[in-house]
């Protein structure tokens, strides 16, 4: 396996990215992002039942789970998890289990807790995306889901070496922009029971990807 560069950043580089987004997110990637969002949530609606957000951010998509379907949802960012919260009171969501702050890679929850964990442009917002991954392999029930909506960097060519010389600004951002295909595929030979069922491109710009992975074993 290729070596995981700490080239990244670290927890509080990203808490304080998220901090700073929080009053405008809604406003800013609501719009951007919203045809990802939605396929990820039928992606996770079609398995249905105990559903954990990871990096549920201002609670954009709890509104739009099934009301059969328990949610729980998790972030980093306390002021984004302010408007979550704000939110789930406002819509009256009574599925919604708890909103709390959660690091994704050290997650606080019993092993085979839930039946679908869902990350939308998380993995690569973590310093360590594998252990934020086996996190959620280790929460998931067998024959639960892991939906992913996620950015994945180019292999090869000159958008590989643009997203290389902009990884020193956007990690400010808060996320990557280099992270390759091969350490997903690296990551699902782990012996943790997954397999990988869907890589679907989903807009915008063609560099985001819903994938998706079954848990096959306890």
């Not at 957000?53 to 954009?60: K, L, N, P, Q």
């Not at 939110?87 to 009256?92: C, H, K, P, Q």
């Amino acid at each position: 396996m290729a070596a995981v560069t700490t080239l990244d950043f670290d927890r509080h580089t990203v808490e304080r990215a998220y901090d700073r987004w929080a009053p405008i997110y809604d406003l800013v990637f609501g719009p951007v992002f919203e045809r990802g969002r939605m396929a990820s949530l039928e992606a996770a609606e079609r398995v249905g039942g105990r559903i954990l957000e990871v990096g549920v951010g201002t609670g954009i998509s709890l509104p739009d789970y099934s009301k059969t379907n328990r949610v729980f949802g998790v972030d980093i960012s306390e002021p984004m998890l302010r408007k979550a919260r704000q939110r789930v009171t406002e819509l009256g969501l009574s599925n919604v289990e708890g909103i709390e702050v959660m690091d994704a890679q050290r997650l606080e929850f019993e092993t085979a807790s839930f039946d679908v964990v869902v990350a939308q442009y998380v993995v690569t917002a973590v310093p360590d995306p594998e252990a934020a991954l086996d996190e959620f392999a280790r929460v998931l029930k067998p024959g639960g889901e892991i939906v992913l909506l996620s950015r994945v960097g180019a292999e090869t060519g000159l958008r590989r070496v643009i997203e290389h010389m902009l990884q020193p600004v956007v990690r400010r951002l808060g996320w990557r922009t280099e992270f390759s295909w091969q350490r997903y595929e690296q990551w699902a030979e782990r012996p943790h029971g997954m397999r990988l069922v869907e890589r679907r491109p989903i807009p915008p710009f063609g560099h985001f990807s819903l994938i998706r992975y079954v848990k096959t074993t306890g």
